[in-house]
């Protein structure tokens, strides 16, 4: 059985797939609760790309060294070592140094270039955001 579509994404999931911008760009998800990751997981395999997920700063370091994502979305309220650690690392990996990254959590500082989601924002918001980013 499918699941539900999510709300709040139609309109702009619909248009998405009518211009066929996606071309299976992989995003790593990383958010510490775990219905947010499923939401934003669902929302975003539904517009088109391939997603992995992390709930911590170190597996998705791990992850992102191992799938090196087009995109990813990161959540800075994680448990130890955080969210503005694993930032910091990502900026200074060789690999993962260019890869853009959107917060979807604002509490941290962070350069203005840095795209930044209030948390209670609707997930069409965030796939907004990283279909901008990677077109």
């Not at 910091?88 to 140094?97: G, Q």
Request: aromatic share 2%; with cysteine.
């Amino acid at each position: 059985m499918a699941p539900p579509p999510v709300e709040g994404a139609g309109p702009f999931l619909q248009l998405l797939r009518l211009r066929g911008t996606m071309n299976r760009q992989h995003i790593l998800l990383v958010d510490k609760d775990p219905e947010v990751r499923a939401l934003l997981s669902q929302m975003l395999a539904e517009a088109g790309y391939s997603v992995s997920t992390a709930h911590d700063a170190l597996s998705a370091l791990d992850t992102a060294r191992k799938s090196r994502p087009d995109c990813i979305s990161l959540d800075m309220d994680l448990p130890t070592p955080g969210g503005t650690i694993l930032y910091a690392r990502l900026r200074r990996d060789e690999t993962l140094r260019h890869t853009p990254v959107v917060v979807h959590n604002g509490c941290a500082r962070l350069p203005n270039s840095v795209p930044t989601i209030a948390r209670a924002c609707c997930p069409a918001s965030l796939l907004e955001t990283v279909t901008r980013i990677l077109t």
